[in-house]
């Protein structure tokens, strides 16, 4: 599977934007693609993550610190997964990177790195103050 992400760039706190992450030669069957995020000088973190076993069933999970301010949401005749970021904020500055991998569970939750097994480039996204 190759992923590509892009949409960053760079806004003011609380603006708003959306990253895109296509899939190419996705697998069949359960799925997970979440994105991770990783500022200057620290560590690469989990930002979001949407599980799905079927075109009906499907969930969304995420860290505390977008909550509510980031919608995950994916296409699925395109195979896009997309990252709405609402009210952002400077601490969201970062590169953001997109994964994917198969899933055994899909009612189970994804946020380690080492649960994906595909990943794309990053795209920057840098908020002003």
């Known amino acids: 599977v190759q992923l590509q992400a892009f949409g960053g760039g760079l806004v003011q706190a609380g603006d708003s934007l959306r990253l895109s992450c296509v899939a190419s030669?996705?697998?069949?069957?359960?799925?997970?693609m979440g994105w991770f995020r990783q500022a200057p000088g620290k560590e690469r973190e989990f930002v979001a993550a949407?599980?799905?076993?079927?075109?009906?069933?499907?969930?969304?999970d995420y860290a505390d610190s977008v909550k509510g301010r980031f919608t995950m949401s994916r296409e699925f005749a395109k195979n896009t997964v997309y990252l709405q970021m609402n009210s952002l904020k400077p601490e969201d500055t970062a590169i953001y990177y997109c994964?994917?991998?198969?899933?055994?569970?899909?009612?189970?939750?994804?946020?380690?790195?080492?649960?994906?097994?595909?990943w794309g480039q990053g795209t920057l996204v840098t908020v002003s103050s």
């Open positions: 949407l599980r799905w076993a079927n075109i009906r069933t499907h969930f969304t």
């Open positions: 030669g996705r697998s069949a069957g359960n799925y997970v």
């Open positions: 994964a994917g991998g198969p899933i055994r569970d899909y009612r189970t939750t994804y946020s380690k790195e080492s649960d994906f097994n595909s």
